[in-house]
């Protein structure tokens, strides 16, 4: 079984910058593909960035240029960087990861972690 547990997230006023991470733990043979969704009341879940084991990075054209996903593979972690937040990046941010439990595991599954409300006033 893994884990996904997410910190850093908070109130914040328009422009600020804000820093999640998100750490999986539990029975990990490889972490591949770790991604950062959110969801804001009454809309449905996006995909905000992803970033692959070797780096590779996608940001949604909402947040491009602004917010940066990098990752830390010794300590299975991933970071986001947010700056220049704006009000409508108000929404509770979750951490995904596909994680492969043993080298057999070819396709991995696919976990969530619980999120972290992220709030920016106008």
């Known amino acids: 079984q893994v884990q996904l547990v997410e910190s850093g997230g908070g109130f914040m006023h328009t422009g600020g910058s804000l820093r999640l991470s998100c750490t999986a733990s539990g029975t990990i043979f490889k972490v591949n593909t770790m991604a950062w969704y959110r969801q804001a009341p009454g809309l449905q879940r996006e995909l905000v960035t992803s970033i692959t084991s070797g780096g590779y990075t996608y940001y949604s054209e909402s947040v491009k240029g602004r917010f940066a996903t990098t990752r830390d593979n010794a300590k299975n972690t991933v970071y986001l960087q947010m700056n220049s937040l704006k009000f409508e990046d108000t929404a509770v941010y979750y951490c995904?990861?596909?994680?492969?439990?043993?080298?057999?595991?070819?396709?991995?599954?696919?976990?969530w972690g619980r999120g972290t409300q992220v709030t920016v006033s106008l």
């Open positions: 995904h990861a596909n994680v492969q439990s043993e080298i057999s595991d070819y396709y991995g599954i696919d976990y």
